[in-house]
């Protein structure tokens, strides 16, 4: 299989259910939630496996990582268009949202600056309308 920057990967089995398990799922996931889903489809599969796992994926640019206010990696398959993420501060929840206008701000300084953009991420946190403070 070839990546975004057309290098190969070596897809293995247990990548492949990494990355499988990364696009069914709805939320973002991290390392030991990932590891016991993957553990019910594969009982063999090791913690050390998927963290081998995540680093070649996001190395070769299928998965993203992010730290969405947690002292712990967040993963999700790489797609486009370019997305941000709010995450609430008390109970967890992420909000994905996309903002051509953010974008337009970024090309425009970019172009400005004459610089070579190569990612975006626009993380915002506070609170959600269920754990606003009253």
Same mark, same amino acid.
């Given at each position: +299989?070839k990546?975004?920057?057309?290098? $190969?990967?070596h #897809?293995?089995r247990q990548r492949? #259910?990494v990355?499988?398990?990364?696009?069914?799922?709805?939320e973002h996931?991290?390392?030991?939630t990932?590891?016991?889903? &993957?553990?019910?489809?594969?009982a063999?599969?090791?913690?050390?496996?998927i963290?081998?796992?995540?680093?070649?994926?996001r190395? &070769?640019?299928?998965?993203?990582?992010h730290r969405l206010?947690d002292n /712990?990696? /967040?993963?999700? $398959?790489?797609?486009?268009?370019l997305? /941000?993420h709010?995450t609430?501060? !008390?109970?967890g929840r992420i909000?994905?949202f996309r903002?051509?206008?953010? +974008? !337009?701000?970024v090309?425009?300084f970019?172009?400005r600056?004459?610089?070579e953009?190569?990612?975006?991420?626009l993380?915002? /946190?506070?609170?959600?309308p269920?754990?606003r403070p009253a």
């Amino acid at each position: +299989m070839k990546t975004a920057q057309n290098a $190969p990967i070596h #897809l293995t089995r247990q990548r492949r #259910l990494v990355l499988d398990i990364l696009r069914e799922s709805k939320e973002h996931l991290d390392a030991d939630t990932l590891h016991q889903k &993957a553990k019910a489809r594969n009982a063999k599969i090791s913690l050390a496996t998927i963290y081998r796992s995540l680093a070649a994926l996001r190395e &070769a640019r299928l998965v993203q990582e992010h730290r969405l206010g947690d002292n /712990h990696a /967040h993963f999700e $398959p790489a797609r486009d268009p370019l997305h /941000h993420h709010f995450t609430c501060l !008390k109970c967890g929840r992420i909000v994905e949202f996309r903002s051509p206008q953010v +974008m !337009k701000a970024v090309r425009v300084f970019c172009t400005r600056e004459k610089l070579e953009l190569v990612d975006v991420r626009l993380e915002l /946190h506070g609170y959600c309308p269920a754990c606003r403070p009253a």
